[in-house]
C-alpha cells in the first residue's frame, strides 16, 4: 500500500497471445500496473483501476517482441516508477524503467484514462527522484543501457543477499603510497596475499594505520583492502556533494553489491584469480571534510534507533593474489551460518 497515496498498487506483466495461439513467437508482452480506487482493496473489480502498454511501442520499437520479466514498482508522492530486465531470443538483453503519475490521496469515483508512461531516458527534468515515502534518498538516478556491459549492471535480481543487481563489477581501482583520503585511480592493481593493494600505504601484514600502528604496532591487519560502491557515489551526487573515484580511499569501487550489508568472512572474487574476504566496516576519517564539506555528515549518520551508520565502505583482508582492473566481474560467497554482522575495524 503505498502510505502517501492511501491506495494499494500493483504491477505485473503480461502476454496477449498473437494469432497463432500454439505459437509465442508473435505474442505482444505489455505491462499491467493498476491501484485500488480507495484506501479497502477487497474489491478487486470496479474498486480497481487497472492499465497496460506495450514497451516495445512505447519505446519506438514495434514488433521486437521482447519479453518483460522480473517487474519491480517504486513510487514517491505522486509517481509510480516500474522496472523490467527485457529478453529477447539470445537471452537477457537490456533492463528498462518507465515512470507515471499516481494519483493523490482522495478516493477515486471512477477510473481516470490511462497517463502516460514514458521511458526514464525520454523526459529529463520530468522525471521524479527516488525518493521514499519519508522523503530520504534511496537508490540513485539509473541509467538507461547503452550496451551489453551497462545492460548487465542494470540487471534486476532479486533474492542473492548482497546481490543487488544481475552482474555485479569492479567499477575502477585505486593505489596510492601515501597516507590520507585520496588514491589515485590506476589501470589495475595487483593484489597480494596476506599484504594487500601492491605499492598502497596501507599493504601489510600488521597494522598499517598510523595512529594504530604506534600504539598498537603488531596487530594483524586487517584493513588491507578498503571496497566501496559506486551507488554511494550516485547518491552523493544528488545530494549535491559529487565524488571522484579514488578521493575516499578506496581500493576497489564496485557495482551492484551490498557491500555494508554482507556479514563478516564473505569472499568476494575479483576477476578471475584474486579473493578478498570480508573483515569489518571502514570507520569514516575526519579527512574526508577536507575533500568536501559535509562529506563526513553525509557518511556517518544515525539510524532510527539512534546508533551511528557508517556508510564509507568496507575493509578486507586478500586470500589469493591477483590483477584486479575496472569491468572484471565480482563473485560473491557467502559464509556458513550463524552470519556475524560487520562492525568498525
Known amino acids: 500500500m503505498g502510505p502517501q497515496g492511501r491506495r494499494w498498487l500493483?504491477?505485473?506483466?503480461?502476454?496477449?497471445?498473437?494469432?497463432?495461439?500454439?505459437?509465442?513467437?508473435?505474442?505482444?508482452?505489455?505491462?499491467?500496473?493498476?491501484?485500488?480506487?480507495?484506501?479497502?482493496?477487497?474489491d478487486l473489480g470496479p474498486g480497481w483501476c487497472h492499465y497496460a502498454f506495450d514497451t516495445d511501442a512505447q519505446l519506438g520499437s514495434p514488433g521486437s517482441k521482447d519479453l518483460e520479466a522480473d517487474p519491480r514498482l517504486g513510487h514517491d508522492d505522486a509517481h509510480l516508477i516500474f522496472g523490467t530486465n527485457a529478453y529477447g531470443p539470445d537471452g537477457f538483453r537490456t533492463a528498462r524503467i518507465f515512470f507515471t503519475t499516481k494519483p493523490g490521496p482522495v478516493a477515486l469515483t471512477t477510473c481516470p484514462e490511462r497517463p502516460p508512461v514514458p521511458g526514464w531516458a525520454e523526459l529529463k527534468s520530468a522525471r521524479p527522484s527516488l525518493t521514499g515515502c519519508t522523503g530520504r534518498l534511496r537508490v540513485g538516478c539509473p541509467r538507461p543501457a547503452t550496451g551489453e556491459r551497462d545492460a548487465r549492471q542494470l540487471?534486476?535480481?532479486?533474492?542473492?543477499?548482497?546481490?543487488?543487481?544481475?552482474?555485479?563489477?569492479?567499477?575502477?581501482?585505486?593505489?596510492?603510497?601515501?597516507?590520507?583520503?585520496?588514491?589515485?585511480?590506476?589501470?589495475?592493481?595487483?593484489?597480494?596475499?596476506?599484504l594487500g593493494v601492491d605499492g598502497d600505504a596501507h599493504a601489510g601484514s600488521t597494522v598499517q594505520h598510523r595512529s594504530r600502528a604506534r600504539a598498537h604496532p603488531h596487530w594483524i591487519n586487517l584493513r588491507q583492502v578498503h571496497l566501496l560502491g559506486v551507488e554511494l557515489h550516485e547518491e552523493l551526487a544528488v545530494r549535491g556533494l559529487p565524488v571522484e573515484p579514488g578521493v575516499m580511499g578506496e581500493n576497489v569501487l564496485t557495482e551492484g553489491i551490498d557491500l555494508l550489508g554482507l556479514p563478516v568472512g564473505t569472499t568476494l572474487r575479483l576477476g578471475p584469480h584474486a579473493l578478498v574476504e570480508l573483515t569489518g566496516l571502514r570507520n569514516p576519517c575526519a579527512q574526508l571534510e577536507g575533500v568536501r564539506d559535509g562529506l563526513m555528515a553525509a557518511v556517518l549518520t544515525r539510524g532510527e534507533d539512534g546508533n551511528l551508520v557508517r556508510r564509507s565502505g568496507v575493509m578486507a583482508i586478500v586470500r589469493t593474489g591477483g590483477d584486479v582492473a575496472s569491468g572484471a566481474a565480482i563473485h560473491v560467497a557467502l559464509p556458513a551460518r550463524p552470519h556475524q554482522a560487520l562492525e568498525p575495524v
Open 10 to 42: 500493483y504491477l505485473a506483466t503480461a502476454t496477449d497471445p498473437g494469432a497463432d495461439a500454439a505459437s509465442t513467437s508473435d505474442d505482444t508482452h505489455r505491462i499491467a500496473f493498476g491501484y485500488s480506487r480507495g484506501p479497502d482493496p477487497r
Open 155 to 194: 540487471r534486476v535480481d532479486g533474492g542473492h543477499h548482497g546481490v543487488m543487481q544481475g552482474r555485479p563489477v569492479v567499477v575502477s581501482v585505486s593505489a596510492g603510497h601515501a597516507h590520507g583520503p585520496y588514491k589515485p585511480v590506476r589501470a589495475k592493481i595487483e593484489l597480494v596475499e596476506g
